[in-house]
């Protein structure tokens, strides 16, 4: 087992959930590899590294490994990660947000001007949240809003005027509703406006959810199998070059399925 893998079971086991019913809500992880997450242009490696009662926020140099700047926080905080990716760096490598454990209630994010790693807005929320998207910019800040019976929310919190938005964020042609399901694996548009997840379902079901973080919307797309719980977990998305289409992929194999993200349209 990963050492990811098996921090999120760990941290299942403590609150007596199995491990695809949480990762359907919060938690959806955090990067615990050690690697952190690299900039957009590669030149620096961002880490959250803590002790007891304090988290450091490092920049490091990826070319010689040499420090570029710190930041120190009160607290346990990590860089977010989604289906078992490092998150939490906009598109334009100038947000990061780093988030306490998220399967604690009442949690922090902490938003930092990169990349000398300046606070830009230290968000607290009651309840059960984590982390989600950023926006490229890093005006929006998404997050999972966590409701009884492994269900929840989409969310936005405008960085920039320091205020959670009051609509859930939802596919308009559809019922304004909690989700629930578990995220497999992410895609993300090279522009970093699209964020797309591949969900399945307690009853073996599955759909894409794509987030348009700029715009602040989102589209679910059901997938026509009636129960992909035999290779779902092995699936990996990977969109093309132009954005035009998203592919449902097995891991090192065949191709599933192909999204047409003009038409939203499935070709299996």
Known sequence: MSRRLLVAACCCAAL???????????????????YGITSPDGKLRYLALSSVSQTMVEAV????????????????????????TA???????????????????????VAFKDPYLDRKRVVRLNGNWSFDALSPRGRW??????????????????LKRGRLLTRVIADRREADGPMTGAPITR????????????????????????????HVEAVCVDLPW???????????????????????????????????????????
């Not at 990826?62 to 905080?77: E, K, P, Q």
């Not at 998404?142 to 405008?158: G, H, S, T, W």
């Open 16 to 34: 007596g959930v199995a491990l695809p019913a949480a990762a359907g809500g919060p938690p959806q992880g955090i990067s615990s590899d050690g």
């Open 61 to 84: 140099n990826t070319r010689d490994g040499s420090l570029v700047t710190y930041a120190s926080l009160r607290g346990n905080f990590a860089i977010p990660a989604i289906a078992w």
């Open 87 to 109: 998150t939490g760096l906009s598109a334009d490598g100038k947000t990061l947000v780093v988030t306490t454990n998220p399967w604690l209630p009442d949690p922090t994010f």
């Open 141 to 158: 800040l998404y997050l999972i809003q966590a409701l009884p019976k492994n269900r929840y929310l989409v969310r936005a919190y405008d």
């Open 187 to 214: 895609a993300t548009s090279r522009d970093g406006r699209w964020a797309y997840t591949l969900y399945v379902r307690a009853d073996s079901t599955a759909f894409v959810h794509a987030l348009d973080t700029v």
């Open 226 to 268: 009636k129960d992909v719980s035999g290779w779902i977990w092995d699936t990996r998305l990977r969109l093309s070059r132009d954005g035009s289409k998203l592919t449902l992929k097995q891991f090192g194999g065949r191709n599933y399925a192909v999204v047409d993200t003009r038409s939203w349209k499935v070709t299996t």
